[in-house]
Every structure is written in structure tokens, then in C-alpha cells.
């Protein structure tokens, strides 16, 4: 479970989108929709706690069964249970995409990063979810961005977070590897991984997500449910769409 409370976020001390509270449960997937600058990334990134929030907090929890505080989580509780994937490029520097997807497990690996056979367990698992164990000794770097893309989820994977994050995760899939993305939703799902993702496309929002966070391009913020995207009116007015765009 994760608990949103008198949330603002953005830099600084500057609020930039005042988040409704919302308690969010297992297995839930929560898509985050709206214009461009609106806040979505900015939301991805505190939860991530790349950005601390400006008030309020984020309650979560963890594997432990502690209830832990964004605002003051240590960073191997935070990888232990919270993975993240955002759209900025990733240099491999040399590393196999195994290497990088093994990456993944560090939080649990110890001082000297060792990993054992449960960990090499993991690591196949995650690539043959995301259909990436055919490219185990490519280096990272000779990959598409839609490779990549799903490398990097394998390393999510092997977080085995409670929690993970994504920021528009379909941006490099070809349509193959976008119904590849449904499947592993619904997978992790099924395993009471809450998912958490900002997107724009409207049909996998709709289909996939039991509750909407959406943000306008006034940073005004609301939880909607998935049907409402079914609603023209209500995305035009979302996205600021004019009439005569259409």
C-alpha cells in the first residue's frame, strides 16, 4: 500500500502540481495522463525520491512490513522496494546487457556485489519476461532505444521491487513490444506489484489501469477513473484541445 498525504510536489520549495490523497493498493496499476509540462515526470521523480516533496508526504509498505516515509527512506530501502524507468538515455559503458540487468540485484548482492544462484535465477526470469535473453552478450550500446528500453525494465525487474515507476514506457516499443508491455503488466499485477506510470497513450491507460492520476496543463490535478478517457470532451479539455485542431 501507498498513501499520498497533503502532497505538493516540484523544485525547491516551489509547488508546482498539488497531488490529491489517494491510497493506492497491491497490484494496482495507476496511470498518470496529461499534457506535456504538466507535472507527470516531476511526480515519477519524487516517488522515485530523485526530488523531495515540496509539502506533505508519501507512506509506503515494505517488504518488511514497516510503513516507511519517502521524506526520510534510506536509499537501499528505497532500491529495495521502489525501481524506476524514465526515458532518459543510458550509456553502457562497456557492460553486456546481462551486466546491466544483473545491476539490478546490487541492493541485495552485499559489500562485495556477489551474485548467487537465486540472484542468476532472477536475472533469467526478468529477461525472459521483457524477451530480451537472446541479447544477454550484446553490448548495451549496440542496442535500439527499444532494446534498451526493455533491458533496463529487466533491471527493474531484478529489483523485485513492491513499487515501479515508469515514465512513458511505451515511447520506444514498436507495436510487437507495446502488447508485450500489456502482458507484463498484467503479470506483475497478478504478483501485487503496484505500477505506477506516466503516459499518453490513452487506449494502454484505459485498458490496463484501475485508476487515473491526470494532471492539465494548469498543473490542476484529479484521480479519474479509466473510463473517462472514453469521454472526448473530458481528454480535449485535458490536453487542451481546440476544436478547429480537429
Known amino acids: 500500500m501507498m498513501e499520498f498525504k497533503d502532497l505538493s510536489i516540484g523544485y525547491g520549495r516551489r509547488p508546482l502540481v498539488r497531488v490529491p490523497d489517494i491510497k493506492i493498493e497491491a497490484g494496482e496499476i495507476i496511470?498518470?495522463?496529461?499534457?506535456?509540462?504538466?507535472?507527470?515526470?516531476?511526480?515519477?521523480?519524487?516517488?522515485?525520491?530523485?526530488?523531495?516533496?515540496v509539502s506533505g508526504d508519501i507512506v509506503f509498505s515494505a517488504k518488511d512490513g514497516r510503513m516507511l516515509s519517502l521524506s526520510s527512506i534510506d536509499r537501499r530501502s528505497a532500491s529495495m522496494n521502489i525501481a524506476a524507468l524514465f526515458t532518459d538515455r543510458i550509456r553502457g559503458n562497456g557492460l553486456r546487457c546481462y551486466d546491466l540487468t544483473a545491476a539490478g540485484r546490487y541492493p541485495y548482492s552485499?559489500?562485495?556485489?556477489?551474485?548467487?544462484?537465486?540472484?542468476?535465477?532472477?536475472?533469467?526470469?526478468?529477461?525472459?519476461?521483457?524477451?530480451?535473453?537472446?541479447?544477454?552478450?550484446?553490448?548495451?550500446?549496440?542496442?535500439?532505444?527499444?532494446?534498451?528500453?526493455?533491458?533496463?525494465?529487466?533491471?527493474?525487474?531484478?529489483?523485485?521491487?513492491?513499487?515501479?515507476?515508469?515514465?512513458?514506457?511505451?515511447?520506444?516499443?514498436?507495436?510487437?513490444?507495446?502488447?508485450?508491455?500489456?502482458?507484463?503488466?498484467?503479470?506483475?499485477?497478478?504478483r501485487g506489484v503496484t505500477v505506477i506510470m506516466s503516459i499518453h497513450e490513452l487506449s494502454l491507460a484505459s485498458e490496463c489501469s484501475s485508476r487515473l492520476i491526470t494532471i492539465?496543463?494548469?498543473?490542476?490535478?484529479?484521480?479519474?477513473?479509466?473510463?473517462?478517457?472514453?469521454?472526448?470532451d473530458f481528454v480535449k479539455k485535458l490536453f487542451g484541445i481546440s476544436s478547429s485542431l480537429i
Open 31 to 53: 496511470s498518470i495522463t496529461g499534457p506535456n509540462g504538466s507535472g507527470k515526470s516531476t511526480l515519477l521523480r519524487t516517488l522515485s525520491c530523485l526530488l523531495p516533496p
Open 216 to 232: 492539465d496543463s494548469s498543473h490542476l490535478s484529479s484521480i479519474r477513473d479509466p473510463e473517462s478517457l472514453k469521454d472526448m
Open 110 to 190: 552485499g559489500f562485495f556485489g556477489k551474485l548467487g544462484d537465486k540472484d542468476q535465477d532472477i536475472i533469467n526470469e526478468a529477461m525472459e519476461l521483457t524477451e530480451t535473453t537472446d541479447l544477454s552478450e550484446r553490448l548495451f550500446d549496440s542496442l535500439s532505444d527499444g532494446q534498451k528500453q526493455r533491458v533496463l525494465l529487466s533491471r527493474c525487474l531484478c529489483q523485485k521491487p513492491l513499487y515501479l515507476l515508469l515514465d512513458e514506457p511505451t515511447a520506444f516499443l514498436d507495436l510487437r513490444y507495446q502488447y508485450l508491455l500489456r502482458r507484463i503488466l498484467s503479470v506483475l499485477s497478478d
